[in-house]
Nanobody, 119 residues
């Protein structure tokens, strides 16, 4: 069972920045994909950004050019740098990793961190 501990959420004004961090209980190298999802009340969780084991990144259209996903293999930290935040970016952000083991691909989730964008 992979444990993910997130931090970095909070209240920020429109146009501001936040950096989310996620520390997994296992080596980042053991995951085929890592990413961040956002969920708002009454809505399904949607992927914001992801990075696969080869290093290729993918961003949802609504964050392209503003958010940057990264991973530090040495420090074993996953990050999401969020710039130029808008009110529509508000929600609970979840760290996600996908691990292939026992002939199946499994998802693991962090506890979520709240991001509020308001003046």
């Amino acid at each position: 069972q992979v444990q993910l501990v997130e931090s970095g959420g909070g209240l920020v004004q429109p146009g501001g920045s936040l950096n989310l961090s996620c520390v997994p209980s296992e080596s980042i190298g053991s995951f085929v994909q890592t990413g961040w999802y956002r969920q708002t009340p009454g809505q399904e969780r949607v992927q914001v950004a992801s990075i696969v084991s080869g290093g290729r990144t993918h961003y949802a259209d609504f964050v392209k050019g503003r958010f940057t996903i990264s991973r530090d293999n040495a420090k074993e930290i996953l990050s999401l740098q969020m710039n130029s935040l808008k009110s529509e970016d508000m929600g609970v952000y979840y760290c996600n990793v996908k691990k292939f083991a026992d002939w199946k691909l499994s998802d693991y989730w962090g506890q979520g961190t709240q991001v509020t964008v308001s003046s």
